[in-house]
Every structure is written in C-alpha cells, then in structure tokens.
C-alpha cells in the first residue's frame, strides 16, 4: 500500500525559504522508473506541476520556477525534500507530493496548505 | 512557455454522455506526451484516472476512457453519475517535464 505525506510550515513569511518533506511507504525510490514529484494548487486555482526526482537521482524542474526550487532525497528515510527560496504572497498553495512510475502520478498525499504572510 | 488548454467547463445531465479534451500550445497531442488525467472534488487531494491516453488504475470506473481526439487528449464519461461532478485536470509530459492544464470544472445537472 503507497501512501505518501507531506509535512513542513503553514505559514512563511516573504523572502524566506520554504522546506517541505515527503515521507513515503509502501514502494522504493532505489527502484527503476520510481519517482516522486511536487505539485502546487493555489486557493481556487489550477494544480501546477513543480518538480520530480528518480532514484538515480535524476532531477527535473518547471522552467517557470527552475531557479528557486530543488528537490532532494533521503533513500534511507523514504523521504523526498522541496526547497523553494524567496517566497512570494503569490506562492501561497496546497503542495503536494506524488508517486511517479510508468508515467503515471498515480498515489498523491494529502496536500499541506502553506500562507506566505508577514 | 507551453499551455495546456482544456475547456473551463461542461455540464452534462445524469446518465449522459461527455468529453472533455485537453490541447498542448507546441500542436497535437500524441500518445508520446503521455496524458494523464485526473479527478478533484473539493477539498480533495486530485485522484489519478488515466495514464498515457488510455489506461485505467486499478479504482477507475468502467465509465471514464481516455484516447485523442482530433490532435487533442481526451476524457470521456459515459453513463454519468451524480458524484462525477468534480474538476478534471489533464497532465501532459515534454522531454522530462510536466504540464497541467488548467482544469475543467463537469458540471452534472
């Protein structure tokens, strides 16, 4: 059974950084074609898709936001690691992280809502 | 910056019939952009329907398919239900990177 969790701050304040864990069960990330990704969905608004990372560590970004982001892995405490610098009033959004394999982003965790606010 | 357009939203009656399509800014969709689709009730997190075009996960009701459409990602829903009504998200991959679109609101009534 894959289940997958994100957790991290609810709130930012603008210009700081924003780190958000996964913690996943139930599949490895050492396996071939495994992946996790993020995805973002501000309040009332379209999902927008941010980053995924393989086992090979294999990293990929959304040119839109490649130069804030980066995404790393611990393997041995299945957990996956978004960074995003320079927070903006505009990034306020449920995040999410999700399993990748056979190109499919088929298992998503719940979403954790983070307010970007002075 | 490559655009996904789907319709912004569609209504269709209990037990009818609905396609919603997705369309990439850089042409036709093939099968090579691996469309996946995606269901989101409120203050949900998206479930997964479809993978490239046409496969079900295990949980995908019979009623819900994917294929092209005339260069376009499609969903179609036959025999709808009542608790379909929902958002549909398409999601579409270029060389490594992913696109949603920006969602189609069904409408059942």
């Known amino acids: 059974q894959i289940t997958l969790k994100e957790s991290g701050p609810t709130l930012v304040t603008p210009t700081q950084t924003l ?6 069960s ?4 050492s396996t071939s074609g495994v992946a996790v990704g993020w995805i973002r969905q501000p309040p009332g608004k379209a999902l927008e898709w941010l980053t995924l990372i ?21 393997t ?3 957990q996956v690691v978004l960074t995003m610098t320079n927070m ?3 990034d ?6 999700a399993h990748r394999e056979r190109s499919a982003f088929d298992y998503w965790g719940q979403g954790t809502l983070v307010t970007v606010s002075s | 910056q490559t655009v996904v357009t789907q319709e912004p939203s569609l209504t269709v009656s209990p ?4 396609t919603l399509t997705c369309a990439s800014s850089t042409g036709a969709v093939t099968s090579g952009h691996w469309p996946n689709w995606f269901q989101q009730k409120p203050g ?15 949980w995908t009701p019979a009623r819900f398919s994917g294929s092209l459409l005339g260069g376009k990602a499609a969903l179609t829903l036959s025999g709808v239900q009542p608790e379909d009504e929902a958002e549909y998200y398409c999601l579409l991959h270029y060389g490594g990177i992913w696109v949603f679109g920006g969602g189609t609101k069904l409408t059942v009534l």
Do not use: M
Request: overall charge positive; charged content about 20%.
């Open chain 1, 88 to 90: 903006d009033p505009l």
């Open chain 2, 15 to 18: 037990g009818g019939t609905v």
């Open chain 1, 26 to 29: 139930g599949f490895s990330l």
């Open chain 1, 92 to 97: 306020t959004a449920t995040y999410y992280c």
């Open chain 1, 76 to 78: 041995s405490k299945n």
């Open chain 1, 54 to 74: 393989y086992g090979n560590d294999d990293k990929r970004y959304s040119p839109s936001l490649e130069d804030r982001l980066t995404i790393t892995k611990d």
């Open chain 2, 44 to 58: 949900q997190a998206p479930r997964a329907l479809i993978y490239t075009t046409s496969n079900k996960h295990s």
């Open chain 1, 19 to 24: 780190t958000l864990t996964c913690t996943f």
